[in-house]
């Protein structure tokens, strides 16, 4: 803390930066112990307003996430050494929600006026779904989710309706979600019925239309860091 601390200017300098951005930010030591947190980040870990995060680690949060604190150790040190940013893939309740979603944090190796490591600049962000669409202007950036507004479908079958998008067959669906094939067989039959298609083009066309093709299953999710 007193290397970061003795670069008060650098610090300041970023606080300015990222204390009013929607997104989350905060500011960690070399020693992973964080220094700031800007409102979002607050929000998106749900740490109370009334906890004083200066020197605390990963794990003395009073959040479920603070399990996580070794994976997150690991991430800043990643960062430090490779010199450059280094992004993971963080899947838990964040914002206090009730279902497991995916955030892409991304860490950068923050530097005294020297050139020294003196800490880490973290954010976290929805994960955005790029097509080949999109660099043709055809298509915009989708957010990756774990919700849709579509009621006709019951939670087992939007498991497989995820599963069918990745293209597998209904003996792989089966192994994935340990179920009989015949069960399997049984709920894409009446996935075709629900969205009154006839092939998996056609199902495929259903999910675009309905915002289907983005949605990810929060059973389907684990809870931990993802090093990509």
């Known amino acids: 803390m007193d290397n970061i601390l003795n670069n008060q200017n650098v610090v300041s300098t970023m606080i ?32 109370p ?30 960062a430090e050494q490779a010199d450059k940013s280094v992004s993971v893939i963080e899947t838990d309740f964040w914002y206090g929600k009730n279902e497991l979603q995916p955030y892409l944090s991304e860490k950068i190796p923050l530097k005294t ?3 020294d490591c003196m800490g880490t600049l973290w954010n976290a962000r929805e994960i955005r779904l790029l097509s080949p669409m999109v660099c043709i202007g055809r298509k915009k950036s989708s957010i990756l989710h774990t919700r849709t507004d579509l009621k006709i479908f019951t939670k087992c079958e ?32 009446i996935i075709y019925q629900k969205a009154d298609v006839h092939s998996i083009i056609q199902l495929e066309e259903y999910c675009k239309t309905n915002n289907l093709d983005n949605y990810i299953p929060p059973s ?3 809870k931990g860091i993802s090093f990509i």
Request: proline letters at 2%; glycine letters at 4%; aromatic letters at 8%.
């Open 49 to 78: 307003q009334n906890f004083a995060i200066e020197g605390k680690s990963d794990r003395d949060f009073p959040a479920a996430w603070s399990e996580l604190a070794a994976g997150f150790i690991e991430h800043d040190k990643l």
């Open 158 to 189: 939007l498991d497989v309706i995820f599963l069918m998008l990745k293209r597998l067959s209904s003996k792989e669906i089966s192994k994935l979600l340990e179920k009989s094939v015949n069960t399997i067989t049984n709920r894409i039959s």
């Open 113 to 115: 006026f020297t050139g």
């Open 16 to 47: 300015s930066i990222i204390e009013n951005l929607n997104e989350p930010w905060g500011i960690k030591d070399a020693a992973s112990r964080h220094v700031y947190m800007n409102n979002a980040a607050r929000l998106y870990t749900s740490t």
């Open 220 to 222: 389907l999710l684990n």
